[in-house]
């Protein structure tokens, strides 16, 4: 039977082969990761663990997990290679959220209070926005970023001291500066809690040796797949060794069932992509072009938060050309160029249209471009831009 499904493939394809994408949380994955995610794994049940799995432990686990079992630890392996850490991982998490609701899960209780960048400043759903599980289940509280847009250490330090959480937060999907993980661990010894790192964004830059490490920092790491890793879409906990029996229960069988074991298969490529040199140097590419691109904005006039960029992404603060992030968005949109709009320091506008626009250089880059191509990018942006504030002049 033929599937109405593949017309829509086939538009998406051409639409992202078509488009310019700078959205700061996209890439494009290989052929390989398309062939393993796209596999036969994906009929296999394996709740669970390799260990317990192979023993048929009790009977409660499902026969025919022989290949599946080396997979996984296949997997594991390769990605505590990648980062070069003893740490244990666990690769089923179907997604960066998952992986935060077990890893939260593995040390807290539902009430228990965590201490995260505050979401409109750069942090995540996942890190208390009251819509979200993390926000309904744990008291949260936050840190800022100063008026020039950097994380506020003495700010992190006052509100551990004055709120006394169980778990410490560091991470973010909009900031463009270099994380003092050491800083952070300080903090989280002196008050007594527990210090979790989100690498979500940066994880790419990690395992290429672009942003410090956060392993032998913290006590939980979580991290997206699909984003400057570039591999299948899903997520990964890391943890220390004596908390991984309780990182495991809180992924299976606390919040998942079924792991999909195709998409542990596109992990696992992806692991094993990330330890190239190739690999090394595209994550290289991806930082010198993010800084040309936000130096061009600056030359033209621009107001670029921080000043500048340390890793795969950067804020344009649109304030001064008194355009709101979502009519740019917009427009650029119908020009085949797609970012998102985000909310900027000191933000006056709603969430819904915000003062600025997040550009992120990780999936141009690995379609190839260079500075100069970025640079190109920079200055069409600024001629729609300056199009649409002389269109709003008359
Ligand atoms: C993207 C992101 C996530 C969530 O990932 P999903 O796979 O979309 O659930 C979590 N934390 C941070 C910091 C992120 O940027």
């Known amino acids: 039977m033929e599937s109405k499904v593949f017309d829509f493939i086939a538009r998406e394809r051409a639409r992202q082969e078509r488009n310019i994408e700078l959205i700061a949380s996209e890439n494009f994955v290989s052929e390989n990761v398309l062939r393993a995610v796209?596999?036969?794994?994906?009929?296999?049940?394996?709740?669970?663990?390799?260990?317990?799995?192979?023993?048929?432990?009790?009977?409660?686990?499902?026969?025919?997990?022989?290949?599946?079992?080396?997979?996984?630890?296949?997997?594991?392996?390769?990605?505590?290679?990648?980062?070069?850490?003893?740490?244990?991982?666990?690769?089923?998490?179907?997604?960066?959220?998952?992986?935060?609701?077990?890893?939260?899960?593995?040390?807290?209780?539902?009430?228990?209070?965590?201490?995260?960048?505050?979401?409109?400043?750069?942090?995540?759903?996942?890190?208390?926005?009251?819509?979200?599980?993390?926000?309904?289940?744990?008291?949260?509280?936050?840190?800022?970023?100063?008026?020039?847009?950097?994380?506020?250490?003495?700010?992190?330090?006052?509100?551990?001291?004055?709120?006394?959480?169980?778990?410490?937060?560091?991470?973010?999907?909009?900031?463009?500066?270099?994380?003092?993980?050491?800083?952070?661990?300080?903090?989280?010894k002196e008050v007594g809690a527990y210090f979790m790192v989100d690498m979500a964004h940066i994880a790419g830059l990690v395992a290429a040796g672009d942003h410090p490490s956060p392993f032998g920092y913290a006590d939980l790491i979580t991290t997206t797949t699909h984003k400057t890793l570039r591999g299948a879409r899903g997520g990964l906990i890391f943890c220390r060794p004596e908390l991984a029996r309780k990182v495991d229960s809180a992924v299976f069988p606390g919040t998942q069932g079924g792991p999909l074991q195709h998409v542990i298969a596109g992990k696992a490529v992806a692991a094993e992509e990330a330890q190239t040199e190739d690999f090394r140097n595209y994550i290289h590419q991806v930082v010198k072009n993010c800084r040309a691109m936000a130096e061009e904005f600056s030359r033209m006039g621009y107001k670029v938060v921080t000043g500048g960029t340390d890793n795969h992404l950067f804020l344009l603060d649109l304030t001064d050309t008194g355009l709101t992030g979502k009519a740019v968005q917009d427009e650029l949109d119908r020009h085949g160029i797609t970012l998102n709009k985000n909310a900027v320091p000191g933000e006056t506008r709603s969430p819904q249209q915000c003062s600025g626009v997040r550009i992120g250089t990780a999936a141009m880059t690995t379609r190839g471009y260079k500075e100069a191509d970025f640079i190109a990018v920079a200055r069409k942006i600024d001629q729609v831009i300056r199009a649409m504030q002389a269109e709003n002049r008359q």
Request: aromatic share 12%; proline share 3%; hydrophobic share 35%.
């Open 38 to 188: 796209g596999s036969v794994l994906t009929n296999k049940y394996s709740e669970g663990y390799p260990v317990e799995r192979a023993s048929g432990n009790r009977g409660r686990y499902y026969g025919g997990c022989e290949v599946i079992n080396e997979l996984e630890e296949y997997c594991c392996q390769q990605w505590k290679q990648v980062f070069s850490t003893d740490y244990h991982v666990n690769v089923q998490p179907h997604s960066g959220s998952q992986a935060n609701m077990a890893a939260f899960l593995s040390v807290l209780t539902p009430g228990d209070r965590i201490l995260s960048m505050r979401l409109d400043n750069g942090g995540h759903l996942t890190h208390g926005s009251p819509v979200n599980f993390s926000g309904k289940l744990f008291d949260m509280c936050f840190y800022g970023i100063n008026d020039e847009g950097f994380i506020d250490m003495a700010d992190v330090r006052a509100k551990a001291l004055e709120q006394r959480p169980k778990l410490i937060l560091a991470g973010a999907s909009a900031y463009s500066r270099v994380i003092d993980f050491a800083a952070f661990a300080e903090i989280a």
